[in-house]
């Protein structure tokens, strides 16, 4: 199976480039930040409720299978 980092491990070679950058990408972010600032209270809630699970589960899952300790 072909890898793709096969040849020049430096991207300078390559021929393409990201459109506007660094425009494009900060102006998506803004724009998602913005789009954030109208969601519902109770949405808010709801994420923070998920996150704390999820992060719960990530960070006892990994306290008990660490090969640290």
Do not use: C, K, Q
Request: net charge positive; charged share 15%; no cysteine.
């Amino acid at each position: 199976m072909p890898s793709p980092r096969e040849g020049r491990a430096d991207a300078r070679g390559r021929s393409f480039r990201t459109p506007g950058m660094p425009v494009v990408p900060a102006v998506g972010a803004l724009f998602s930040l913005w789009l954030i600032t109208f969601l519902d209270p109770l949405t808010w809630l709801r994420f923070a409720a998920w996150f704390a699970v999820g992060a719960f589960i990530y960070f006892s899952y990994g306290r008990r299978h660490s090969l640290l300790g």
